[in-house]
């Protein structure tokens, strides 16, 4: 079973990073819709995107993106998840600009591409824009069914040729200093009322997920 990572803190033990996917705009990237125990909406969108180089290949993972996945996992019960999100999970590789995405699980714990193909260790598939890509574990009351602790969906956010590939740096800026207000709603990215997600049935157990 995987261990569950203390709250608050990253794999290490030490604070975890923050991310802020800031640098210039790339013509695809992953968006973070659904977290398990927790509704990502109230995160800025920054914090939980992930730019996609054009005619490159990315890896994504928590040695990669550091502090995203403990951004958009947060506290319990989703942070028993971090665990099973390897260092090093996915590859993504853009080889033509096309926006169709070869993507490469290199971990033990699986995922599925756009709710039909499960990929397990070392199995490829392909991504198109309005795919989602979904981390899947096993349902900690021993049940074995499967659960979503992750969902991804794969964003064209302009045509490819208003992007080139030059100067293309996947390192996000510092966040900015002031909170990032949802104009929308006239509130602070983040802000969820004082009222934390509702936790599943399972949140007082472990997931029984390989480790990463």
């Not at 640098?23 to 996609?52: N, W």
């Not at 958009?72 to 942070?79: H, K, N, R, Y």
């Not at 030059?166 to 009322?193: L, M, N």
Request: include cysteine; charged fraction near 20%; hydrophobic fraction near 35%.
């Amino acid at each position: 079973e995987a261990q569950v990572p203390a709250t608050g803190a990253s794999m290490s033990g030490s604070p975890a990073a923050k991310w802020w996917c800031a640098g210039p705009p790339t013509p695809y990237r992953l968006i973070c819709g659904m977290a398990f125990g927790r509704d990502v909406r109230h995160l800025a969108l920054e914090a939980r995107a992930i730019s996609l180089p054009p005619g490159r290949s990315l890896m994504v993972g928590r040695m990669h993106q550091l502090g995203f996945f403990e951004g958009v996992l947060g506290d319990e019960p989703g942070a028993r998840y971090l665990c099973c999100v390897s260092r090093s999970h996915l590859e993504i590789s853009d080889s033509d600009g096309s926006g169709c995405f070869e993507l490469t699980n290199h971990s033990a714990n699986p995922v599925v591409l756009a709710g039909r193909r499960k990929l397990g260790k070392n199995d490829s598939g392909i991504v198109r824009p309005g795919d989602c890509v979904e981390f899947i574990g096993n349902s900690a009351d021993g049940s074995g069914a499967p659960v979503t602790y992750l969902r991804f969906d794969l964003e064209r956010t302009a045509p490819a040729s208003q992007h080139g590939a030059g100067g293309y740096d996947p390192y996000p800026e510092v966040p900015p200093t002031q909170p990032v207000h949802d104009t929308a709603q006239g509130r602070p990215a983040g802000w969820d009322g004082g009222r934390a997600a509702a936790p599943s049935s399972t949140s007082s157990s472990m997931p029984s997920l390989l480790p990463a």
